[in-house]
């Protein structure tokens, strides 16, 4: 049964690494930890020499404050961790978990504890905040009812994990009441340097908290990461991957921090700091097999700094969206067939195959998800992937998940929710006996590309269906007009395929499959706000 009170729970969020005993006393200093800091820029394309644009972001603490009724736990100089706080909590409750405190000269001891030291005090404030919030007789709350959302950047993305994932580190009442957790630029599966792991050894500053057999230790994730040598996996017994999402950052080119040479060393393909590759999670069954992707979305965004991603418009939208959000969109494309030039069918090719997407709202300036081929954000498939039969599911493209929000129409009035979605799919570099062959190749040509604009109607009381329309661009521009069917799965969800592509020589076609569900469905008798 839902929550009368959800999807509006305590927010606690654990912000990331402060390598350097500088950088740990600044956060320490601030009380939000870098939750309240906003921004007035941002990239329009990937060219730094051209201006940024202007578009002002209060900062992550304020806008839910104006737009969700949320409010810090502050009271009179005191945190509610210290012993002198007295009082209860509203559910609708900012809190920021403070764990570097501990290790910084000016309110701790100097020396940085280890990592599961930090995911077991996660718990402890959990079920701090849980026991003020089931003292406020306005919440009308019993413990075994309380819930929470966790949102992480960077590192603590990994304090949640090792506590959510790891018995060891907490307390299972405390793991019991999290309802989803965000991560903003979560290095899930290691951080990289010159496209080498973070080494075991290099332990000055916690740098190996980030090298992937300390990972696999902390984790509770020694036997997949044996099997697999990856980190990135959330087992499904531990935390429900649905009920995850991870943002990621594709920006480098804005991450300043060493002097630049941290981007420098991350490479192309990252933030700055974490590469893409690495910054998102995969759930794994009892069997420890492959179950479903996490949520992710993509913005052109850098680890931190001005242009940084959680001080950013459109983190922020992904994380409201997810936490308070009202329909979830999965976006796959399945592929059919391919077809090479003619010039070179039945030859021995080699080809990399780049899928890009946009997705945005409807009235919005921004994306809720961006990848393109000039970020390095797009997903790949080699030709022989697309063409093996023996490799089916690397036809199946997970791309993104949006969620779509009553809050948020332009017209409140039109009970529909809309939102156009770009696909592309870039002309490969074709290799033929690996040489590049060079005949009718343009540079940046399309093998695909279209926006389609999908209007869809939730139901509006149980057992209703739903109703969805799409049209594409190339069409007719800013209209959904053609219906569009679905089926149901067993999980109550639903799946609607739009066809796109040619038969051209180059060419190719497939399927872009939406899995769409209801998403925060209330608890009988009460309506989302």
């Given at each position: ?324 959000g009202d329909v979830r969109v999965d976006i796959w494309v399945d592929i ?93 570099d074709y290799e033929v006996e690996r040489k590049f062959w060079a005949d ?90």
């Open positions: 049964m839902a929550s009368p009170n959800a999807p509006f729970f305590p927010i606690i969020y654990v912000r990331g690494y402060a390598m350097t005993e500088r950088e740990q006393d600044e956060t320490t200093a601030d009380p939000f930890c870098g939750f309240n800091l906003g921004s007035t820029v941002y990239r329009a394309t990937p060219d730094k020499t051209k201006p940024a644009k202007k578009f002002v972001f209060e900062s992550p603490v304020l806008r839910l404050m104006s737009d969700f009724g949320y409010a810090d736990v502050y009271d009179n100089g005191l945190d509610i961790l210290d012993s002198e706080w007295e009082g209860s909590i509203s559910l609708r409750s900012i809190v920021i978990y403070r764990y570097y405190e501990q290790a910084s000269a000016l309110l701790g001891t100097g020396k940085t504890p280890d990592i599961s030291q930090f995911a077991r005090g996660l718990s402890d404030l959990i079920l701090r905040v849980r026991d003020l919030a089931c003292a406020n007789p306005d919440n009308r709350l019993a413990p075994e009812d309380f819930r929470c959302h966790l949102v992480a950047h960077s590192m603590g993305g990994l304090v949640c994990r090792a506590f959510l994932q790891n018995p060891d580190l907490g307390d299972d009442q405390a793991r019991a009441s999290v309802d989803k957790v965000f991560t903003y630029a979560t290095p899930h599966n290691g951080i990289d340097v010159a496209g080498i792991n973070v080494p075991q050894w290099l332990s000055a500053a916690d740098m190996n908290n980030f090298n992937r057999e300390n990972m696999a230790r902390y984790l509770k994730l020694e036997a997949l990461y044996k099997k697999t040598q990856r980190v990135d996996w959330l087992p499904e017994e531990a935390f429900p991957s649905e009920r995850f999402f991870c943002m990621i950052g594709t920006n480098r080119s804005d991450y300043d921090v060493a002097l630049g040479l941290s981007r420098t060393f991350a490479g192309h393909g990252s933030d700055g700091l974490v590469r893409i590759e690495n910054a998102s999670v995969w759930g794994v069954n009892a069997r420890g097999k492959f179950s479903a992707p996490c949520a992710t979305a993509y913005t052109y965004r850098s680890h931190s700094g001005y242009f940084g991603i959680v001080n950013s418009e459109e983190a922020y939208q992904n994380l409201t969206r997810f936490l308070f059919d067939s391919v077809q090479l030039p003619p010039e070179i069918q039945g030859k021995a090719v080699n080809a990399l195959y780049q899928f890009e997407l946009l997705a945005s709202p409807r009235g919005k300036r921004w994306y809720l998800t961006r990848r393109m081929a000039e970020e390095d954000s797009v997903a790949c498939r080699s030709h022989q992937d697309l063409v093996d039969p023996a490799k089916k599911d690397a036809r199946s493209i997970y791309l993104s998940t949006v969620f779509l929000a009553n809050r948020a129409r332009v017209n409140p009035a039109r009970p529909s929710l809309a939102y156009g979605m770009t696909l592309g799919v870039r002309v490969p009718t190749h343009y540079e940046g040509g399309y093998l695909f590309r279209d926006t389609v604009i999908v209007e869809m109607v939730p139901p509006q009381t149980p057992g209703d269906a739903w109703t969805t329309r799409f049209g594409w661009q190339s069409d007719n521009v800013g209209h959904a007009t053609e219906s569009l069917a679905y089926r149901t799965l067993k999980t109550g969800k639903q799946v609607m395929t739009i066809a796109f592509g040619n038969d051209n020589a180059p060419g190719i076609a497939g399927r872009v499959r939406f899995v769409v569900s209801a998403w925060n469905a209330p608890a009988d008798g009460q309506e989302v706000q």
